[in-house]
């Protein structure tokens, strides 16, 4: 396991500002959870943690590593999704597989 750093982090939709200056340290093998509204920017923070959203300003680390220009696959985070994207006449298996193809 890991530590995990977010300073400063900010993300900007245009002129809508998702996630303002937000900090947070997360030790190696502590449990957090994001709580709030819709909309507040908790899925943005995850995929920015995750690279999957660019960062507008502001550090992410892991460990003592910046990964703010690491691809996502180079992270190895792993991230579930609320919305599952499979196909429902596949199985397991082949929705799996369908994305190595």
Known sequence: MSTVSLIQLNKNFKKISAVSDFNM?????????????????????????????????????????????????????????QNYALYPHMNVFKNISFGLR
């Open 25 to 81: 340290f997360i030790e190696d093998k502590e449990f957090v959870v994001l709580v709030g509204p819709s909309g507040c920017g908790k899925s943005t923070t995850l995929r920015m943690i995750a690279g999957l959203e660019d960062i507008t300003s502001g550090t992410v680390k892991i460990d003592d590593r910046i990964i703010n220009n690491v691809h996502p696959k180079d992270r190895d985070i792993a991230m579930v999704f």
